[in-house]
């Protein structure tokens, strides 16, 4: 018994019987009449769920032979030769030179969505265990619609997927069910969820990031906006808890400062939203100290309420500062009416809708309309700024 070298012509396995299509060392390869059929050998096998699958490529010289107690005359693929010669790097493209097999043409079937194999030859390497843990690498040649993809799986359902695919590239970790996952972009990703170079982490319970002795930042350097929302609809908690539970924003520091410093437009706290039918009174402002409040300003301090402002304490201290000529007024007449010295400031997105869709208040009763300026904030209002 010999080994006899041979040219791998195709490895379109047209009747899934993992046969390679080869032309003997020596004959002409272009006379489909000295085709052999030469059936795929694994290094690996485990049953009907196991095995792995590295296929040789077309052009690849390949060793192949009979065994002797083999009662079928087939031949079988111990290996590929490496050569210099035809260890060469393949064109990311259709093999147009990969001929079908049985006729002798070109290859012209379309790419088979399903698994990356394009005109039945395969194009997907790999392995697969008894258990199930898989490793897949996919390498469709078709570049108007690439599929290729490196997919490593658990038995579990667990998963690592590193994706070539056009216009949605990148790299996907995933647990199983894959309601918790990590996903990477690449710089053509077209989603509109996160977008070129993005990151998405998503948990299907409880995210939790932890520093153990070093600092954590979140940066946004410069691009969008940074937003934290908690859209909860309080349907988690018990009847109990659910108040305490779910829905609320909490940011505790137990030994240091908590700072929230704005160089731009402004710091902000909106309330928003009417009375509960149930009696419950909406959303509210409040700052609350066991030790005192301070308030301070460079360009003094406006407080202004549709309702009562009620002050109270063991004693009540109004000092006006003489040595700038101040003084202290109660309901003074126009024009030196109080409202007049009061503009209220808006937003960014306030300041932009307004310019793009009109008129964009916070308040919208009339008598607040003196206290508003057109686009840009102001810091002391002339009236009649707006008409609400």
Not at 134 to 150: A, C, F, G, P
Not at 337 to 362: C, H, Q
Request: aromatic content about 8%; some cysteine; proline content about 4%.
């Amino acid at each position: 018994m010999g080994v006899y070298k041979g040219c791998v012509v195709s490895k379109r396995d047209l009747n899934g019987k993992g046969l390679l299509t080869v032309c003997p060392t020596g004959a002409d390869i272009t006379d489909a009449n000295n085709w052999i059929s030469v059936k795929y050998v694994s290094f690996y096998g485990g049953g009907v769920q196991a095995g792995a699958a590295f296929v040789p490529e077309v052009n690849q010289e390949i060793l192949y032979d009979y065994a002797e107690n083999d009662t079928t005359n087939t031949y079988y693929y111990l290996g590929a030769v490496m050569d210099q010669q035809y260890d060469i790097l393949q064109d990311q493209a259709a093999y147009t030179d990969d001929q079908d097999p049985v006729f002798g043409e070109e290859q012209t079937l379309p790419h088979d969505a399903q698994d990356s194999k394009e005109a039945f030859q395969s194009m997907s390497y790999g392995w697969s265990t008894p258990l199930g843990h898989q490793l897949v690498m996919r390498e469709n040649r078709d570049t108007e619609q690439s599929r290729q993809q490196v997919s490593l799986k658990s038995a579990g359902g667990h998963g690592l997927l590193l994706n070539d695919v056009a216009h949605n590239g990148g790299a996907y970790l995933y647990s199983y069910g894959q309601k918790s996952s990590v996903r990477l972009t690449d710089s053509e990703d077209d989603s509109s969820e996160i977008g070129p170079e993005g990151v998405a982490i998503n948990a299907g319970g409880n995210l939790t990031l932890h520093s153990a002795e070093g600092n954590a930042s979140l940066t946004v350097q410069d691009g969008g906006n940074l937003e934290i929302k908690n859209h909860s609809t309080t349907a988690k908690g018990t009847p109990e808890t659910r108040k305490s539970q779910t829905g609320n924003i909490i940011i505790q520091s137990d030994r240091g400062d908590i700072s929230l410093i704005s160089t731009g437009n402004g710091i902000f706290i909106d309330c928003i939203g009417a009375d509960k039918e149930d009696g419950t009174t909406a959303a509210s402002f409040q700052v609350r100290s066991n030790n005192k409040i301070h308030l301070y300003s460079d360009k003094g301090i406006d407080m202004k309420s549709l309702g009562d402002i009620n002050i109270k304490g063991r004693s009540v201290n109004i000092e006006s500062d003489l040595s700038q000529g101040g003084t202290i007024q109660l309901n003074p007449l126009p024009p030196n009416s109080v409202d007049i010295r009061m503009a209220i400031r808006k937003t960014n997105f306030e300041i932009d809708s307004e310019k793009l869709f009109g008129w964009w208040p916070f308040f919208s009763h009339p008598l607040w309309s003196g206290n508003y300026s057109y686009f840009n904030n102001v810091n002391t209002a002339s009236p009649p700024l707006r008409q609400l």
